[in-house]
C-alpha cells in the first residue's frame, strides 16, 4: 500500500492570498537534499561565455546564408575561403587585396554575364547549366555537360565507360576484318572475270571465311529464315482431318536388349540402381508378367 505523508505548511503566506502583481510558482513535491542530509549549498559553477552571436556575421539580417552567396556570386563578389561560422578577419588583413584577387572576380562576372538561354533550349535544361556553372556544391548536375568542366564519376560509371570502349574496339576490329575480307573477294571476281574474258563471274566463299561471313552478314536473297521454323512447326489440325500415312520416328528409339559377351539381356525397363545384370533381368521377367496378368484380368478372361 502506498505511505501518503502531509506535506509540511513552511511558509504558506508567501504562497497564498497573492497581490496580482506577483506570480504564484508551483511548489516543490520533495525537499531539497541539501537539507535533507544537512549538506551546504553547491558552489556556483563558474559562468559560461557568452556565445559568438552568428547574426553578427549578417549584421543583423536574417538572411538565409546559401541565398547571400548566390547573391554575392551574382554581384560578382569573390567568395570568401575557409569555414562558413561567421568568424571574420581583421581589417588590416581584409584590406590587403592583391591584383591577382580583383582580375580573377572579372573573369566569373564576364562568364556570369554569358549565361543567356539559346534559341531552341529548353528551360531545364537551361536552368541545369546555370546551376553547374555556379561555384556552389549541392546543386543538381543534371543536364547535358557544359564543355571544358571535370564531370564528376562514380566508380559504377568508370567501369561502364570503360566497358562500352572495349565494345567500341571489338566492333571497330570486327568491321576492318569484314572490309578486308570484301576487299579480297573482290579481288578475286575481278582477277576471274578477266581470265574468262570481261564475263562477271562470283563464286561462293568457302571453308572458314564463308562462316565468318554466314555469321557477320545477313542471310542471302535465296535463303529463307523461316524454312527451319516451317519444318519444325506442324501445320494446324482440322476436326474432321484423316491421316494419310503413319508418323515418320525422326528420333531413333534405344536399343531394349543389352549385349554383353553375344547375349541379349532386356533390361530397358529396368533401373541400373537395382543391381547386377541379372538381377535386373529377373526383375524385368517379373514386371513382364505381372503386366501380361493385370491385361488379361482387364479383358476379363480370368488369371488372378
Not at 516543490?28 to 547574426?55: F, M, T
Not at 536574417?62 to 570568401?80: E, M, S
Not at 541379349?264 to 545384370?277: R, Y
Amino acid at each position: 500500500m502506498p505511505h501518503k505523508h502531509k506535506r509540511k505548511r513552511d511558509g504558506d503566506d508567501k504562497h497564498f492570498d497573492l497581490p496580482p502583481s506577483k506570480v504564484a510558482k508551483p511548489l516543490n513535491a520533495y525537499e531539497k537534499i541539501e537539507k535533507k542530509h544537512h549538506k551546504g549549498a553547491k558552489p556556483k559553477s563558474q559562468p559560461q561565455k557568452p556565445r559568438r552571436s552568428i547574426s553578427g556575421s549578417y549584421e543583423g539580417d536574417d538572411t538565409p546564408r546559401a541565398f547571400a552567396r548566390l547573391v554575392a556570386v551574382q554581384d560578382g563578389k569573390r567568395q570568401r575561403s575557409g569555414l562558413d561560422d561567421g568568424a571574420r578577419k581583421s581589417k588590416k588583413k581584409s584590406r590587403q587585396t592583391t591584383e591577382q584577387e580583383i582580375t580573377a572576380s572579372v573573369p566569373q562576372l564576364e562568364f556570369a554575364e554569358k549565361l543567356k538561354i539559346l534559341p531552341g533550349e529548353r528551360l531545364s535544361e537551361f536552368a541545369a547549366r546555370v546551376n553547374q556553372s555556379l561555384p556552389v556544391g549541392g546543386l543538381s548536375r543534371k543536364g547535358k555537360a557544359v564543355e571544358g568542366e571535370k564531370q564528376r564519376q562514380t566508380k559504377t560509371e568508370k567501369r561502364l565507360h570503360r566497358m562500352y570502349a572495349e565494345w567500341r574496339e571489338q566492333d571497330a576490329k570486327r568491321k576492318e576484318k569484314e572490309e578486308e575480307f570484301k576487299e579480297e573477294q573482290e579481288e578475286r571476281d575481278e582477277e576471274l572475270q578477266t581470265e574468262y574474258g570481261g564475263q562477271s563471274i562470283r563464286l561462293e566463299p568457302e571453308g572458314k571465311k564463308a562462316k565468318r561471313k554466314r555469321m557477320l552478314t545477313e542471310a542471302g536473297d535465296k535463303e529463307d529464315p523461316w524454312a527451319v521454323l516451317k519444318t519444325k512447326r506442324e501445320a494446324p489440325k482440322g476436326l474432321h482431318d484423316v491421316v494419310q500415312a503413319p508418323p515418320e520416328l525422326k528420333v531413333v528409339p534405344k536399343e531394349k536388349f543389352k549385349v554383353r559377351d553375344g547375349a541379349k539381356i532386356e533390361v530397358a525397363n529396368v533401373p541400373g540402381k537395382s543391381g547386377s545384370l541379372k538381377r535386373r533381368e529377373e526383375l524385368g521377367e517379373a514386371r513382364k508378367e505381372v503386366i501380361e496378368r493385370y491385361r488379361a484380368m482387364m479383358k476379363g478372361k480370368g488369371g488372378l
